[in-house]
């Protein structure tokens, strides 16, 4: 729900309800170790926000998985690791800065 929008529509979304930070992707979904899949989808150079941050810190601390990829196919893979899914071969991935609030995906 990150949007750039002006002051007058912030204050309208806010008051709607809209909650800054909330990730992009959510998957209720449970395995054995979570009930909830939270991803904030980046692109390759894109970071994250304090209110994004702050979301994601509150829901691992709530028990949910929780996890920041950058780009599709990091989604793609952080989906297939959580609920262990048959890993669908795709271009060379760097795997090693996927972030996850909690663990590092290997």
């Known amino acids: 729900n ?3 929008c ?18 992009d992707i959510f998957i209720p979904r449970a395995t054995k170790a979570c009930h909830v899949t939270w991803i904030e989808l980046k692109d390759k150079k894109g970071k994250v926000s304090a209110a994004q941050a702050k979301f994601l810190a509150n829901m691992h601390h709530e028990g949910y998985s929780t996890h920041v990829a950058y780009g599709a196919e990091e989604a793609i893979f952080i989906i297939q690791s ?3 899914l048959p890993q669908i071969p795709f271009s060379p991935l760097n795997i090693d800065h996927i972030h996850s609030y909690g663990m590092l995906l290997r």
């Open 82 to 84: 959580v609920y262990n």
């Open 6 to 23: 002006s002051p007058q529509q912030g204050a309208k979304l806010k008051r709607m309800g809209v909650l800054a930070g909330v990730a």
């Open 2 to 4: 990150e949007r750039r």
